[in-house]
């Protein structure tokens, strides 16, 4: 082994500790800037610091490039892996706004990459650790060290993975046949990081639309699915008339969840929120009649919020469906259990009493 390479080892070796100490901060450092400071949902973070068998490789090869293994930036290493492209430039701003670039050394594979280029596009920042940031007395050297950090997404990183197995794994030279199919998936693969891209910005677009909506109380051909019964919930809708049935026994008011109901109206054809709207200034005089049936005469000191929907939802079924079974299934869905016929029979009493029916 030559001397010099020898020397190298025997430094890093020395220094090891050091690595892994960066190591340890770094990974927790990334997560909580990204995820937790910024909630950027990422597919993960990996950190390595490289092995002795694969230093030593790699110096008997070009040891004569480096003068110290501070000259060396690869023997730390951090990747972010993002689902989407715009994640990767975010994330790269905090890396710039939180660590010491060295833009010199780094590389952005998205900008050389060539239409005939059989790569992967990934962004490589080569960064020091601020003093400011983090420094501990037992390491150092902890804040000379170089170290990267890739920033890639999902796709990028399987294609990049996939791409090291089957085309550096072997001294096998791969024939071109086989790289071309490869080229071919690649290009699947960067049309659907943009398509994922794509769609994500669409939905966060109607997203937005549907909030404007609902904050103008304009719910004409807002189709009804989860994410717009959520917003129609938090208008509180329903919260004149629980308000109105609790003062029958100046009952407190036990907020529970509406979500539950959300498979109940879907079942019961619903099909857009101006339906459910109609259906609660239709009904909610009734339901309130039915509620003062119901409460009338007795101490009940709390109710539970979703007494008013639940009874809309009853005047609702025997108004435009008359049908016994269906009070019986939406209840059921409701309590999360079976009821028994007396108790439907009851309530069927009650609501045919208040409808005339």
């Not at 051909?221 to 208008?235: A, C, Q």
């Amino acid at each position: 082994m030559d001397t010099h390479v020898k020397d190298l080892l025997d430094e890093f070796k020395e220094n090891e500790p050091t690595f892994y100490a960066m190591k340890d901060f770094i990974q927790s450092y990334l997560r909580k800037i990204i995820c937790e400071d910024n909630k950027i949902f990422i597919a993960g973070i990996e950190t390595r610091v490289k092995e002795y068998s694969s230093l030593e490789g790699k110096l008997n090869l070009k040891g004569y490039k480096y003068r110290t293994i501070s000259d060396i930036t690869d023997l730390f290493g951090a990747r972010v892996i993002t689902f989407y492209n715009d994640h990767v430039d975010f994330i790269a701003s905090l890396i710039e706004k939180n660590f010491n670039i060295d833009y010199n050394n780094s590389i952005d594979k998205r900008k050389m990459y060539e239409v005939d280029r059989f790569g992967y596009m990934s962004l490589h920042y080569i960064c020091q650790i601020p003093k400011e940031l983090y420094s501990d007395e037992k390491f150092p050297k902890l804040n000379e060290f170089k170290f990267e950090i890739q920033m890639r997404t999902s796709l990028q990183h399987v294609w990049a993975t996939i791409f090291h197995d089957t085309g550096y794994k072997t001294d096998v030279e791969v024939p071109k046949e086989y790289i071309r199919k490869l080229a071919r998936l690649e290009g699947l693969l960067e049309i659907a990081d943009d398509e994922f891209l794509t769609i994500r910005n669409e939905i966060d677009e109607y997203r937005k639309k549907i909030r404007s909506l609902f904050s103008k109380g304009e719910f004409k051909d807002i189709s009804l699915n989860i994410d717009s019964y959520k917003n129609y919930l938090e208008i509180n809708p329903f919260m004149p008339l629980i308000n109105k049935i609790a003062s029958i026994t100046s009952a407190e008011v036990e907020i529970v969840s509406y979500l539950r109901f959300y498979e109940v109206l879907v079942d019961l054809g619903f099909k857009t929120i101006s339906e459910i709207e109609q259906m609660r200034m239709d009904y909610s005089e009734d339901a309130y009649k039915l509620s003062l049936m119901q409460l009338g005469g007795t101490d009940i000191d709390i109710i539970s919020s979703t007494v008013a929907i639940q009874n809309l939802l009853t005047i609702f079924i025997l108004k435009k469906n008359k049908r016994r079974e269906d009070t019986k299934i939406m209840l059921e869905k409701v309590y999360g259990r079976s009821v028994s016929d007396s108790f439907i029979d009851k309530i069927i009493e009650q609501t045919k009493a208040i409808i005339r029916i």
